[in-house]
């Protein structure tokens, strides 16, 4: 049974019990600061931001955190009270190192009477602090950045059990319907018993439990003791916690619980651990080899799978045999020894013999195998986008008539390290494009055109992820032994050790919940879903789709990805390389071809602004470095995008040919075939302009046969306008009558269409590029966070 809240009483109680706390004030016991008066402080924001905010001796409206060395005279309970910054703005506490809240708000009912003749505006929370020397750390990673103004900490009321408490959420706060959330609550300490009722509020109804969920009792101690309080949550629901102590009810801040939420499928928001298959629940057969799977031709033929521990295998394909024994975790693997390319289809058979019996105890048999050229392509979203929806896509998926070149879709169990199942299609149409469904525009292009120029079949992996940061791609070794990965997986294990994952799906959940409300709770209300799989985890899609896909043979990786990265493309310039090693170290080849574009824009629909530092150039830049990397390609995209496209524009089948033209150019030795648009060269200042020289320049024009655009110019100063250009023979002459001493030229810094329109006589755009080597605005960010 639930009951309507009803508080009057209570308000006023709090009232009078705060204004006789607000007495102590002049004790001598109370610890009062400033908030520029921090010990210690770590910023996200440059020099000149925070002297800047500093002169104006305004609030800290800084991201990052501060610290306040504190002596204590005495042990005991204290309040937090805090000024100068918005109650509900999510903030992290920390005492002596220890975390006393993540992402904690205030709320209406915490704040203090007078505030503006105290200075401070709500009280935070209880602390129970020894005599002693404290740290005290406030953190707030988002913008817009906010530290406390002005805190104290004020000793609590003698008397008072609401100011005597601290509770925390020990595990998780997502759970399935009728499992309990473990709170761990302290309390006592003050020489005097003390009892709390607590109840179940739902959020959605706007109700309290008639009855209590749980009771937790403290002793007379002159000690604190801590408490383990079950708190079963019986329906699905969001639910708070609402504390009684005698007749009056605990406010927010003395009972800090936050949100908790029942609902099914709640263990989707922690970490996942992949575990081993299971042998005998494992399929004979890894999940590439099915039926139309195309293999590697002129290549060792690793083949592997599951079987009972101590099973004989026997591998047998187009005259081949190969053995193997299943070890201890039932995984066996053969190698077939290399084959030359035939589109004839084979069958490949697996057969499994008891150690114990010799009993045959598992055959699969898999057909339509050919052997071919492979290449695995990854990435991000954009390297995804279906053949039909392309441009141009329609006609070539009507005329599409190549049985011999496929792809195959893998597909990642989430939580052993075994694939969960692979499919391979064929490129034939029939005449029908709806029988190209399938099909990515770019596996397409690519296919058919290596299909043409080798004549052997080709078989196209694909595993991709939209919206994925390249950590996701790369394996935990790397991060650990990569300084560049190094702070974005510290923040990432400190966040799952803190709960953060579920506490900032909580948070989403209860601003869709508020907007609900304001709205009159229309129907239909909010689900309440389980969180889902977190694809950005450091080494999630590495652990799920590639590691698991080794050593399966490929001829080279095609790669598409970096937009996730723009917040942290300084570190992209060491992460990108350090990924390619990974890759290469699971397949033992070091010399694994890798060919991968330069992204294009956020949009299509040029932006009017200034030129300048980008996160979106620094990326593109960190690609062209890249190119250091031995047995590497690059190929640029920023030509493709029209004004009505999104981040996923339409235009797909070019980087398809192209991603085909820099393959048969790099990999398979047509030195005939143009694959590289122009690349900058050098510069000289001359006149008040600056003359770009570059490599690939014959028959340098514009796609549009307007003068060269998307060029921006700067003198020493830095500041940058965009700029005149002209073609002179190899050659472009960059100038502004802004600028009359340059010493500097980007071309496509930015993150939007900035009129980019050179080409060389092979129709291929010149990638972005700068000629300076300024402060990189990403400097010290290493981007995606749990925060």
């Keep these: 049974m639930m009951h309507r809240i009803f508080r009057p009483r209570l308000v006023v109680t709090f009232a009078l019990i705060l204004a006789a706390r607000a007495v102590l004030l002049a004790a001598p016991d109370v610890i009062r600061r400033d908030g520029w008066s921090y010990d210690r402080a770590d910023f996200l924001a440059s020099a000149e931001k925070i002297a800047a905010a500093k002169s104006a001796r305004g609030g800290v409206r800084l991201a990052g955190w501060v610290e306040f060395d504190v002596n204590v005279a005495k042990s005991g309970w204290y309040e937090l009270l805090i000024g100068g910054i918005t109650p509900e703005w999510p903030r992290d506490l920390y005492v002596d190192g220890a975390l006393i809240y993540r992402l904690g708000r205030a709320t209406a009912a915490d704040a203090l009477p007078n505030a503006a003749a105290h200075g401070v505006q709500f009280k935070d929370t209880d602390l129970y602090l020894s005599a002693g020397s404290h740290t005290l750390r406030f953190r707030r990673q988002r913008e817009p950045g906010a530290q406390p103004g002005v805190w104290e900490l004020r000793p609590s009321a003698s008397g008072d059990d609401a100011a005597a408490i601290r509770v925390e959420v020990a595990g998780p706060r997502i759970v399935d319907p009728g499992e309990p959330v473990m709170l761990r609550v302290t309390g006592g300490g003050t020489g005097r018993a003390s009892t709390y009722t607590l109840f179940l509020r739902d959020e959605v109804a706007d109700v309290v439990s008639a009855t209590p969920c749980a009771t937790v009792a403290f002793s007379a101690s002159v000690k604190p003791e801590t408490r383990d309080v079950p708190v079963t949550l019986a329906g699905h629901g969001l639910y708070t916690i609402i504390a009684r102590s005698g007749d009056h009810e605990l406010r927010p801040s003395e009972f800090k619980v936050g949100r908790l939420l029942a609902t099914k499928g709640a263990g989707s928001a922690r970490p996942i651990n992949f575990a081993p298959p299971v042998s005998g629940k494992s399929p004979l057969l890894a999940a590439p080899f099915c039926n139309g799977a195309v293999l590697q031709r002129d290549k060792p033929l690793p083949v592997w799978g599951w079987a009972a521990p101590g099973d004989k295998i026997t591998v047998t394909f187009a005259g081949q045999t190969a053995a193997a024994i299943a070890g201890a975790d039932g995984l066996w693997r053969a190698t077939l020894a290399p084959m030359e390319a035939s589109s004839a289809p084979g069958e490949l058979e697996v057969i499994a013999v008891s150690s114990k019996t010799g009993a045959e105890t598992q055959r699969q048999k898999i057909t339509d195998v050919l052997i071919g050229e492979v290449w695995l392509l990854s990435g991000q979203s954009n390297m995804g986008g279906s053949l039909n929806t392309s441009t141009g896509g329609l006609e070539r998926a009507r005329a599409a008539d190549y049985p011999d070149v496929r792809m195959a879709m893998i597909h990642g169990s989430k939580t052993e390290r075994q694939l969960a199942g692979a499919s391979w299609i064929s490129a034939v149409s029939h005449g029908d494009p709806k029988n190209m469904e399938r099909w990515v525009a770019i596996h397409y292009a690519f296919g058919a055109d290596l299909r043409e120029k080798l004549g052997v079949p080709i078989g196209l992996v694909s595993a991709n992820r939209g919206g994925t940061c390249i950590s996701t791609w790369t394996g935990l070794d790397t991060h650990r032994a990569e300084p560049a990965f190094a702070p974005l997986l510290a923040n990432y294990e400190e966040g799952i050790a803190e709960n953060l994952p579920e506490i900032l799906h909580l948070e989403n959940i209860a601003s869709y919940l508020n907007a609900w409300k304001k709205k009159g709770r229309p129907d239909p209300g909010p689900k309440l879903a389980a969180p889902r799989f977190n694809n950005n985890a450091p080494a999630f899609c590495y652990r799920e789709l590639i590691e698991p896909l080794a050593p399966f043979a490929i001829r080279g990786v095609l790669w598409y990805q970096g937009e996730a990265d723009g917040n942290a493309a300084a570190a992209y310039r060491s992460r990108f390389p350090a990924m390619i090693r990974d890759w290469r170290a699971l397949w033992s080849d070091a010399a694994l ?92 200042v001359e006149n008040g302009a600056i003359r770009l020289l570059f490599d690939h320049a014959a028959g340098l024009k514009t796609n549009n046969g307007g003068a060269p655009g998307g060029f921006a110019i700067a003198g020493a100063d830095k500041k940058w306008a965009w700029a005149d250009a002209r073609i002179e023979g190899d050659c472009i002459v960059v100038s502004s009558q802004k600028i009359s001493k340059p010493v500097a030229v980007r071309h496509g810094w930015s993150a939007y269409p900035c009129g980019t329109n050179v080409i060389n006589g092979d129709d291929l755009p010149l990638p972005t590029f700068r000629t300076d080597d300024w402060p990189m605005l990403t400097a010290g960010k290493f981007g995606f966070e749990l925060r």
């Design 593 to 684: 071809p890798f060919i991968f574009a330069q992204i294009s824009y956020s949009g299509g629909k040029p932006a009017n602004i200034a030129p300048g530092d980008t996160g979106q150039g620094e990326v593109r830049e960190a690609q062209t470095l890249a190119l250091s990397v031995p047995r590497t390609a690059m190929i640029a995209t920023i030509d493709l995008m029209t004004p009505s496209d999104d981040v996923h524009y339409k235009n797909k089948l070019p980087v398809g040919h192209r991603f085909a033209r820099a393959a048969l150019s790099s990999v398979y030795g047509f030195k005939n075939i143009a694959a590289s648009g122009p690349c900058y060269k050098s510069m000289t």
